[in-house]
């Protein structure tokens, strides 16, 4: 067997999960290889709005909203260090979220919850008028609720960068790979093979293939575990940029860049893989913009596309270790990939280390699919 095909550890997946985990074990001097299908970020990391909104989207004081704050929190420091890595600037931005209501009905439902103050969320509550003063790109509205310790990343830039990161670090990468199965022996991974026969041994396989994840022979899940939820989103451009701030209306959020792009989100749909972006969702998507920010109407049509978000049965990520030792799985990640690489990466570094995770795993274990999912009895 050649020293070539014999890493400490194989990563299957080259989006931003398969980068983020790859830069963090190569700076600890493990041998790593990540195997793409496409090249790095092809899928849904290229595809994401990048809003960082652990405030704007908790639902409770539970182990996801510690997971997403967590992650959240470590963004700053982050950008730093790519940036200092690479040279780019991933336009990490602390710009907020902002939460709003057309209507009083609306306005209700973005009362504080109970458990804001238990799970540390932040949020400031706007009249009308206070709302018209703070972001005077929206239309005439109720109400709005805004997270102040919110953010928003490129999730392109933040590929590009993570995967040149970990190109520099000493990872390697093979794009265009398509893996047949993980091999195992006794309960125990052992080699990855690909389509065409290779045999890649390894002393760690993970598994960060996004809504692939489950269809790779050998992954210890069901194919339902992990499925496609469908998201497609529009870009429009204005002369100049309309807001700074992550917006949430009630039919569509919306994501700005730097440069005056704006994205418009998105649907959730149970389609398969099959990609696509559709006249109905264009046309609903751009009717909840425009009602949003009226402005918006003048913006350039300049980019439109659809991916996978890999969603598990109660939308929560399953990271960690599996019933196979050396597999570990790094997926489901739904709506929050990309504020959740920072977190997952540390995870799955620290279970490969022998160290203590960051946070307790039992929540979001591949154990718990077996007994939660409804598709799979
Ligand atoms: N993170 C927003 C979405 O998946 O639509």
Known sequence: MSRASCYDVVI?????????????????????LVLERSVP?????????????????????????????KSAARFPKLSTELQNATGMDVEYRRSGALRVAFTARQGKE????????????????????????????????????LYPKDARIDPRLFLRSTHLAALRSGAEFRSGTYVECIEQRA???EAVRLEDGTRIMAGTVVVAA????????????????????????????????????????PDCYAVPRDDGRILIGSTTEFVGHRRGVTARAARDLLTAAIALMPALGD???TGSWSNFRPFAADGLPVLGKTGVDG????TGHYRTGILLAPITAEIIRCLILGKRSPVPLASFSSSRLARSSPLSK
């Not at 489950?214 to 499925?227: C, T, W």
């Not at 597999?327 to 790094?330: C, F, G, H, P, W």
């Open 210 to 249: 996004g809504s692939w994840s489950a269809l790779v022979e050998g992954v210890p899940l069901q194919r339902q575990d992990v499925i496609p939820a469908r998201g497609q989103v529009i870009e429009l451009t204005s002369s100049s940029p309309l807001t700074d701030r992550v917006i949430f209306g």
């Open 41 to 69: 970020g092809a899928e849904a990391s290229s595809a994401a709005a990048g809003m960082l909104v652990p405030h704007a989207e908790a639902h409770g004081d539970n182990p996801m909203t510690r997971l997403m704050m």
């Open 327 to 330: 597999l570990l799985l790094a």
């Open 110 to 145: 973005l009362k504080r919850p109970s458990w804001a103050s238990r799970a540390k969320v932040q949020q400031k509550s706007f009249s009308s008028a206070g709302l018209s003063k703070l972001e005077s790109s929206l239309a005439k509205l109720h109400s709005g609720v």
């Open 12 to 32: 299957i997946g080259g989006g931003v999960m398969g980068c983020s985990i790859a830069w963090r074990l190569a700076q600890e001097k493990q041998r790593v």
């Open 299 to 301: 913006a350039r049509l």
């Open 187 to 189: 309960k125990k991974a």
